[in-house]
Each structure stands twice: as C-alpha cells, then as structure tokens.
C-alpha cells in the first residue's frame, strides 16, 4: 500500500467536523454548500467530506469578521468629541 504523501489533503466525515466546530453535522453540511467549508461527495454510495485544510480557513475566517465587528462596533460607539477634540470648528 503507498504511503499518502504530506501533500495530499485529509478528509473528515460531516460529524467530526461538526465536533471540531461544536455545532450540528447539518450546519457542517450547509457550510459546505455555501462555499465556506471545501468538501465533496466521496465513495460509493456517496458520503460527504470536509478538508480538514479548510476548517482552520474557515476559523480563520469567522476571527476576522469577529475582529472587524468589535472594530466596527467601537467606532460607532465613539462620540465625535472625543475623536476630532473638543475644541470648535474655525472657518476662515
């Protein structure tokens, strides 16, 4: 038998994925139909499988929009005297 080489990606089943992400293995299918998990129907009969390269891109992901959202947040919740100072406006 030859050895898989460390190129190759590694698939995981729909429910070891929904453990790794703790959700449910019908979310897992989902994401992968929206194109945020890469996976494919592999086998006969055909099984769904994720790439487990891309669990950690979709993690990566959701931090960044996490990110971004506390980002978003703290600048509407910044008062524009406290951004631009709190001295007028002068108009020549």
Not at 40 to 65: D, F, H, M, T
Not at 68 to 90: D, K, Y
Request: aromatic fraction near 6%; charged fraction near 25%.
């Amino acid at each position: 038998m030859p050895e898989a080489s460390e190129t190759a990606p590694r698939f995981l089943a729909p429910a070891q994925v929904a453990e790794l992400l703790s959700i449910e293995v019908d979310e897992v299918i989902a994401l992968v139909h929206e194109g945020r998990l890469r996976g494919s129907q592999l086998g006969s009969p055909p099984r769904w499988r994720v790439e487990e390269a891309s669990i950690a891109e979709y993690l990566a992901a959701q931090s960044e929009e996490a990110r971004r959202m506390a980002l978003w947040r703290q600048a509407n919740e910044a008062s524009f005297p406290e951004v631009w100072g709190t001295t007028p406006m002068r108009r020549d």
